[in-house]
């Protein structure tokens, strides 16, 4: 798991006094990210780069501009050069918002799907799920 701290700012607010839903997909964007350059080898990080394919938000409570954030993000599933993540935001420990997504690994020169190594996808995984990979 990563936890990824959630800084909110004035123009994530909407007019109706929340984050604008469409900010959580930027803050899973970055979360998502920001565990994979944490935890990927230097190297796999300068030849990868990573692209959204699917968000489904599930959004349970309002977040408000003074809120004190965070998303703990879980790799759920590796499938050729597919990823499942799993994102949860959350003030505390109230969740308010779970976010499933799929997510497709590119090499970086020619920008093509590429399957991670094992012992990459090991990073990431438990060791019961890499019999799948």
């Excluded at 004035?10 to 007019?15: K, L, N, R």
Aim: hydrophobic share 45%.
């Amino acid at each position: 798991m990563h936890r990824y701290a959630i800084g909110i700012q004035p123009a994530d607010i909407d007019h109706m006094g929340h984050v604008n839903n469409s900010v959580y997909l930027k803050w899973v964007q970055d979360a998502v990210v920001q565990y994979w350059e944490k935890v990927a080898p230097t190297d796999a990080v300068a030849k990868h780069l990573w692209v959204a394919l699917k968000h489904e938000i599930s959004y349970r409570r309002p977040t408000f501009l003074d809120d004190a954030v965070f998303a703990d993000v879980v790799a759920e599933q590796v499938q050729g050069a597919r990823a499942l993540f799993t994102t949860v935001i959350r003030r505390g420990e109230e969740v308010l918002a779970e976010v499933k997504s799929t997510w497709c690994c590119l090499d970086a020169a020619s920008l093509r799907p590429a399957r991670l190594a094992k012992d990459i996808v090991s990073r990431f995984l438990p060791p019961a799920s890499l019999e799948q990979v």
